[in-house]
């Protein structure tokens, strides 16, 4: 597969994340059966949006190699989201039954997910701001692994780091995603010395995926109490994450030859944009009936769209007229 049609399907794939995102917060009205148990790993979705992370990453920070511009479009591009959003959520709490100040103000920032603190919004934000400020650093490191043993020896390197936080209930979720992110840059940084994978590694990376299945499936079978301190939750999906974004771009790109396909592709890459906004939103809303929550999610993620839409104008207006005087 030519690396390019990853990257064209990028918004696809996002799209794909956040709806086994859904599926999994809504599996629990399902009645008993195989797809709910297959639906309970579906929380894998948030690791194709860092695997994809890493890959814009990559090449966001390749365009100037500034630390102080990379934060700043990555801030951009997250806080009009989800500075609205946590407001709202922190007067709730705050109405609910209180919330100390350095807990509000953690999770204003963003950082909550480093800190044993209550309330605590969703971890998922802390976790990109970890990997934004080590993107100048991974970058260099997936440019300089060059070759397949180079590749193992820093994806092993992180996988070593993340070990040193197990048991650390907070930090473990976070650090463990470290090598997908990181799989993501590796892929960025491979098109970038040749077109595409060959027949063989893209069949392998496919392999993997049930490959990866099967481990969570056997951790989760013999050692259910470990899942969580030892970061068997998420150590799979390194396995499973690149292979699944392969398959969804090249359904995506075999959709591209007809019309209805096109349509489709056009209504995921639509919905691909407002992933960040779709997960921000879902958490916030109890679990109603599969239809009311989708629902609900999809009102609610409008609101915020248009609200971040206009912040992000507003800055953008000041930031022109800055540059102007």
């Excluded at 929380?43 to 994809?52: E, R, S």
């Excluded at 209180?98 to 950082?111: D, F, K, Q, R, T």
């Excluded at 080590?134 to 992180?158: F, H, I, N, S, V």
């Excluded at 879902?282 to 206009?310: D, E, N």
């Amino acid at each position: 597969m030519r690396f390019e049609t990853l990257f064209r399907y990028r918004k696809q794939c996002m799209t794909a994340a956040i709806v086994l995102i859904l599926l999994n917060h809504m599996k629990a009205a399902w009645p008993e059966s195989p797809a709910k148990i297959a639906a309970s790993f579906f929380y894998g979705g948030v690791d194709l949006f860092f695997f994809l992370s890493g890959v814009g990453c990559f090449f966001s920070w390749r365009r100037d190699r500034d630390p102080a511009a990379f934060l700043r479009r990555r801030a951009l591009r997250i806080l009009p989201s989800y500075l609205p959003l946590i407001l709202v959520w922190l007067a709730l709490q705050a109405a609910e039954g209180g919330i100390a100040p350095n807990a509000a103000l953690a999770n204003l920032l963003g950082v909550h997910g480093f800190m044993k603190l209550e309330p605590s919004f969703n971890w998922y934000v802390s976790g990109m701001w970890l990997s934004y400020l080590l993107t100048p650093w991974l970058a260099a490191l997936a440019e300089r692994c060059d070759t397949k043993p180079r590749m193992a020896a820093g994806l092993a390197g992180l996988l070593m780091l993340s070990a040193a936080f197990w048991y650390d209930y907070e930090l473990v979720i976070m650090l463990t995603r470290l090598p997908v992110f990181f799989a993501g840059m590796l892929f960025a940084a491979e098109s970038e010395r040749r077109d595409a994978l060959t027949r063989t590694e893209t069949a392998l990376l496919l392999a993997l995926v049930p490959v990866g299945a099967l481990l969570l499936w056997e951790f989760a079978k013999y050692l259910p109490d470990r899942l969580w301190d030892l970061g068997l939750h998420w150590y799979p999906f390194l396995l499973i994450a690149p292979g699944a974004c392969l398959a969804v771009a090249g359904t995506a790109s075999a959709l591209a030859r007809c019309r209805a396909g096109r349509a489709l592709n056009r209504a995921a890459g639509f919905i691909g944009g407002y992933t960040f906004e779709i997960y921000l939103t879902h958490l916030c809303l109890p679990r109603l009936p599969a239809p009311l929550f989708l629902l609900s999610t999809a009102l609610c993620t409008a609101l915020l769209a248009a609200v971040s839409k206009l912040l992000r104008r507003g800055l953008e207006k000041r930031r022109t007229a800055g540059a102007a005087l």
